[in-house]
């Protein structure tokens, strides 16, 4: 009967024995898995956070962007403005058919340059179709070329005066 019993003990200290030893493997096994998997998140957490930074230094970009772009537009308003201010003072310098058009072309474009009233004679000129996106440098354009056509119908006037005036002195 004692042995029995000795050999009973012996064999459940026996498999305490392995169960102990069991456990702990399991505990270094459980131990060793949430060792990587708190490695996996740590590295996650570092790209994550570098991807923050990242996100951050492109936010700033765009924003100084942003900022500077928007004060441009200011400038570019700013400037359009003193134009309109330079054609309005420009116009009334300008035949009536010359201001017809640059009124019309400033309709095209959504421009407001005052206007003087057309003689009754004058009938309202045909312009040529103008993008708005020709803004300004279309007016400009425009009042170019009418100025160089005044400057050839001068000069071609001059040249046909002083041409008279050799046939004048010429017939005496």
């Keep these: 009967c004692v042995r029995t019993v000795v050999f009973v003990y012996h064999a459940s200290s026996q498999q305490l024995k392995f169960t102990m030893s069991d456990s702990c493997d399991r505990i270094k096994d459980e131990f060793q898995f949430l060792q990587a998997q708190y490695h996996s998140l740590k590295l996650e957490c570092d790209k994550l956070a570098s991807e923050k930074s990242e996100m951050q230094r492109h936010y700033i970009m765009y924003y100084e962007m942003s900022y500077g ?9 700013e400037i359009v ?6 054609c309005a003072q420009v116009l009334p310098y300008l035949s009536q058919e010359q201001q017809l058009q640059a009124h019309q072309l400033s309709q095209l474009q959504g421009l407001a340059l005052p206007m003087t009233p057309l003689p009754l004679g004058l009938s309202q000129p045909s312009l040529p179709a103008v993008t708005t996106s020709s803004g300004l440098f279309s007016l400009s354009s425009l009042l170019a070329s009418q100025a160089q056509l005044a400057k050839e119908e001068k000069a071609s006037r001059d040249a046909a005066d002083s041409h008279r005036e050799e046939d004048g002195d010429k017939s005496d």
């Design 69 to 77: 772009l928007n004060i441009e537009m200011h400038k570019q308003a």
């Design 81 to 86: 403005k003193r134009l309109n201010g330079i």
